[in-house]
């Protein structure tokens, strides 16, 4: 058995496609694998754990979530163990998400244990230190009571304010230089240092690829997860000798 990682799916009922062969393939290709690992921004916006609750939905969004979990669930319950990383889209996703999925939620950054070989796994983002005004939000929205007062709000008004955050994060991005939006050198040898790891797999940037480089005067490589399109899906597999592959995949 493998084990599998994923980044960067956005899903989002504005595309039903993607969402239709995404869960094909969890219920085909993910299935009987040791592990499934999501590194953050499974969903586009994820507005609060209680969407699940809700009956007449006419966005679209509670039926695509409740899909979602249902095929988690049933990928859990075959024997794949999930892990779920928050995201910068969509770092609301709680327990009762992660329960009904019969999913884990996992810190970002983590170490886990890949054949036998210590492992990295961040989303991504916070290694993007060259974009100031990012990580200000970063850590503004990591904050418990920022949290709390957002789910506090109508679900309307969470969806709103969703929608008027990704068209500011759209506008801000295109007139932000590429060198900003990618992650900083020095900090992905920080924080490889700091974890002991010659490994590290991320998503976020949307610019797959095996980066090789050296920790400490050894060789390293970073691994950057793709994001998905309605045709084209991304994995890193890795079999149960540890070694990792990035693949692209046709979906559908």
Known sequence: MSTLLISDLHLHPGAPELSDRFLDWLDTRARGNEALFILGDFFDAWIGDDLLDLGDDPTGHARLARRVVDALRRLSDGGTAVYIMHGNRDFLIGERFAGDAGATLLADP???????????????????????????????AREDRWQRQILSLPIPERLALAHSLREQSGEATSNKAEAIMDVTPDEVVRVMQAHGVATLIHGHTHRPAVHELEVDGQPARRMVLGDWQPGQGWEIEVNQAGHPELKAFPLG
Do not use: I, K, N
């Not at 054949?115 to 796994?121: F, W, Y």
């Open 110 to 140: 983590s170490v886990v244990s890949l054949g036998d070989q210590p492992v990295l796994l961040m989303h991504g983002d916070s290694l993007c230190t060259g974009d100031e005004a990012y990580q200000a939000f970063r850590t503004q």
